[in-house]
Every structure is written in structure tokens, then in C-alpha cells.
């Protein structure tokens, strides 16, 4: 049972634009939320992460949006560069729960030039 | 040091074979991890090892053995694995109480079962 659902497989966004990467939780417990980067043939990379007290956390260019009602966040990329080409995974958990995360299927950005 | 390195990248082994992989971090991170993540999916969490001691087991399959000899290395054994078990194995280092925060994960070890 897919816990942490990100429904778009992929995405296509022209460089200097926004890249919008959703991701949808059913599990109303899960308080800590992380977005992962991953390159063909490397492990994960941390992006990001927000905690459930919070509805917005910025760094750089990179904007992590929650809203709780929805159960739904979404990771801003702005703007995209061609190096943010990667798999994005959404990710969540329960901060009590002793380090399991729940991972999405991902989503593969390419950004053109 | 902030690479989590595992060996081999590719492993192929037939269903009566042993083999290990292996993952060594050099971060000082107490909490080690096994991940499995098929094609097309995302990861799994296998195993949780906290201050070398093994606290998390997901029901992993006893075929599947987690070894942790020393805060740095964190093994991974295999006997008599069946083709659905080929997968990329990632292993993931984290500061205790920073799990969340600071997993740093290998490139994996891609595993064929034939």
C-alpha cells in the first residue's frame, strides 16, 4: 500500500522556469517530510525537508510547499537549470518511528536548454 | 569524508551461492541503513542498525543477514537468494537523532539473482 504517491512520472521544464514536483500522503501521522535527488547510477541525494509545524521551507532555489488539509506537498525549483535533470523522490515519516522513511516512486525531471 | 562507499557497483549470484556486500562511511555516523529498491519503485527500508546494534528489521527474509562489525562498516550477506531478489541494494549512513535530516546513501550495489 502506497503510503506516499507522486503521480506524475515525469516532467519536462524549460531552463529558467519553474519546476513543480507534487507529492500526495495518505498517512495522517507522518509529521516530517524530505525530497531526494537522485543521479543515474548514484545513491539519494538530501534536497530538502519540512516538518509538519511548518508550511514552507525555502533554500536557494529550492522552495518545499505542505499543506496538511490536502495532504499534499509540492518541491519549487526556480529557476531550473539543466543540472537539476534527476529523479526527485518525495519522502515521509513519522519522527517517532525510529528512521523509516517512506519513499514515493519518484519523479524524473529533465530540464531543456 | 562525506561519501557513503559501497562495494561491488554490480554482483551477479546464482541461488546456492554466498556473497556479501559491503558499505564503509568514514562521517562518524552512528546509524547505518539497508535499502532495496526496485526498478520502477522506490526504496525499502531493510535494516536499521543504531550504535552497531541491529533496531530495525523489516521483515526481511532470513536469506538476508545485516552484519555491522564496527561503527563504519555496515555488511550485508546473501545465501540462497531467488531471482526476485535481484534489486539495487543502497546502504545509508545518518548522525543518530539526525536520521531524518542526514541520510547519506551509497550508490547502491546492483544485484542480479540468476
Known amino acids: 500500500d502506497q503510503q506516499v504517491k507522486q503521480n506524475s512520472p515525469s516532467l519536462s521544464v524549460q531552463e529558467g522556469r519553474i519546476s513543480i514536483l507534487n507529492c500526495d500522503y495518505t498517512n495522517s501521522m507522518f509529521d516530517y517530510f524530505l525530497w531526494y535527488k537522485k543521479y543515474p547510477a548514484e545513491g539519494p541525494t538530501f534536497l530538502i525537508s519540512i516538518s509538519s509545524i511548518k508550511d514552507k521551507n525555502e533554500d536557494g532555489r529550492f522552495t518545499v510547499f505542505l499543506n496538511k488539509s490536502a495532504k499534499h506537498l509540492s518541491l519549487h525549483i526556480v529557476p531550473s537549470q539543466p543540472g537539476d535533470s534527476a529523479v526527485y523522490f518525495c519522502a515521509a515519516s513519522v519522527l517517532n518511528s525510529g528512521y523509516a522513511l517512506n519513499f514515493g516512486k519518484g519523479t524524473s525531471l529533465l530540464v531543456t536548454p | 569524508d562525506t561519501e557513503v562507499t559501497q562495494t561491488p557497483k554490480h554482483l551477479v549470484m546464482g541461488m546456492t551461492n554466498k556473497k556479501s556486500l559491503k558499505c564503509e562511511q568514514h562521517?562518524?555516523?552512528?546509524?547505518m541503513y539497508w535499502y532495496k529498491q526496485k526498478a520502477k519503485k522506490p526504496p525499502e527500508l531493510m535494516f536499521v542498525?543504531?550504535?552497531?546494534?541491529?533496531?530495525i528489521n523489516e521483515s526481511v527474509p532470513s536469506r538476508f543477514s545485516p552484519e555491522c562489525p564496527n561503527s563504519s562498516l555496515l555488511n550485508l550477506h546473501l545465501h540462497a537468494l531467488q531471482p526476485e531478489d535481484s534489486a539495487l541494494y543502497l546502504c545509508?549512513?545518518?548522525?543518530?537523532?539526525?536520521?531524518?535530516?542526514?541520510?547519506?546513501f551509497g550508490s547502491g550495489t546492483r544485484l542480479t539473482v540468476v
Open positions: 542498525y543504531s550504535y552497531e546494534k541491529l533496531s
Open positions: 545509508a549512513s545518518s548522525q543518530i537523532g539526525q536520521g531524518l535530516i542526514g541520510l547519506h
Open positions: 562521517m562518524g555516523h552512528r546509524a
